[in-house]
């Protein structure tokens, strides 16, 4: 057994959208990605009273990545250009794939507006390879009963698999290239090891609580950044802790990113412009 290195921890910037509390890991001035990690947006915990506005993200359009939506309080309503719907509440989890281009909309419901409540909402970006920049668009809205969970510790570590495999248990989702992404939930003093291959990336943000780390005390609102370098995550929670761990073979490919758009040439980030503007990713019916 050979502990993974940690390389740098990246606290997150604060961010706000509207009235929403945001902070943000990454992309910042000290970290730009972990291939092919691109993107995470913290938002909240934070309560909103009744008759509020709810989330502020309306129509707007992606090309060339995915998305995947950690509800931990509130909900969110999800509406697409390919026709899809749902109203995904806590313990849920959202994955779309944007492929060669949609819009859609993420919002409260009319019944979070209506009477407020407790939110907590987290939005990871995940690369698409070249090859699959312009597979068509997907999406799947999962409600916590839906979600493959496991138990280690005894019952003090939780975990909800959305992608790959842990133990035998596989994960909710399929995705578009070999990755594992879990929310793990540990009460304090509940602690688990991974083996995980040195040559994958690692992607390990405490949403909540501090967690111990391959030796390495790490508070909420930090996201910790390995080096290449050992195999295996031995992690103890030192109080009541939420934990977002991904890993993956990084694509190493050039990543142009421009607002909504991530894709592997400037050219391509144009052309997405040009598709959106002539009405290629599908219409609009609010």
Known sequence: MTLRSIKKIHGSEYRPIADLITYSPMPTRSLDMIDPFLFLNHH????Y????????????PHRGMETVTFILEGDIMHKDSSGHES???????QYMTAGKGLIHAEVSSSEFKKKGGDLEILQLWLN???A???VSPQYVGLQKEEIPTLELDEGKVKIQQLFGEWSGVSGAFEGNFPVSLSTI????????EKEI??????????VRGKV????????FRNLVEFSNEGSTLKVQAEEDSVVILGHALPFNEPVVAQGPFVMNTEQQIYEAYQDYQNGKFGSWNG
């Not at 909240?44 to 309560?47: L, R, S």
């Not at 291959?197 to 405490?206: L, V």
């Open 128 to 130: 698409l390879p070249a």
């Open 197 to 206: 291959p040195a040559a994958e990336n690692i992607f390990f943000y405490i």
């Open 49 to 60: 009273p009744a008759n509020n506005r709810g989330l502020p993200f309306g129509p707007h």
């Open 87 to 93: 109203v995904i509440e806590a313990g849920g989890v």
């Open 44 to 47: 909240g915990f934070q309560t």
């Open 185 to 192: 939930y540990l009460d304090q003093g509940g602690e688990f």
């Open 212 to 219: 111990n780390v391959n030796g390495q005390s790490v508070p």
């Open 132 to 134: 699959k920049k312009m």
